[in-house]
Nanobody, 125 residues
Framework: QVQLVESGGGLVQAGGSLRLSCAAS????????MAWFRQAPGMEREFVAA????????YYADSVKGRFTISRDNAKNTVYLQMDNLKPEDTAVYYC??????????????????WGQGTAVTVSA
């Protein structure tokens, strides 16, 4: 089973940028969707962005649309989350996930079968 390792988290001021990386231990098939979720302290894990399997279409949570960009580099077996214009409410642990959800379930964390360990992002005001 593929393993996922996130990196790139850290402390940044509001308005700043970070790029998270999710390195896979092996190349994921084109039939696998890759997604980013986040979990703030005391909150449930929430969907951030996804690359839908086969089509490669991208989907975003309304709260990050226009600020975050998900992309993948197949040659490096890596998925990225570029985060711009960060806000304090973006503070959370960010997780990379892989799975085969149908489109209507793309935002459901329970559908994803493989998860990374998470990388912490803190945005100061």
């Amino acid at each position: 089973q593929v393993q996922l390792v996130e990196s790139g988290g850290g402390l940044v001021q509001a308005g700043g940028s970070l790029r998270l990386s999710c390195a896979a231990s092996e190349r994921a098939s084109s039939d696998v969707s890759m997604a980013w979720f986040r979990q703030a302290p005391g909150m449930e894990r929430e969907f951030v962005a996804a690359l839908f399997r086969r089509t490669g279409y991208t989907y975003y949570a309304d709260s990050v649309k226009g600020r975050f960009t998900i992309s993948r580099d197949n040659a490096k077996n890596t998925v990225y989350l570029q985060m711009d214009n960060l806000k304090p409410e973006d503070t959370a642990v960010y997780y990379c996930a892989a799975g085969r959800p149908i489109l209507s379930a793309l935002r459901l964390s329970s559908i994803y079968t493989t998860w990374g360990q998470g990388t912490a992002v803190t945005v100061s005001a």
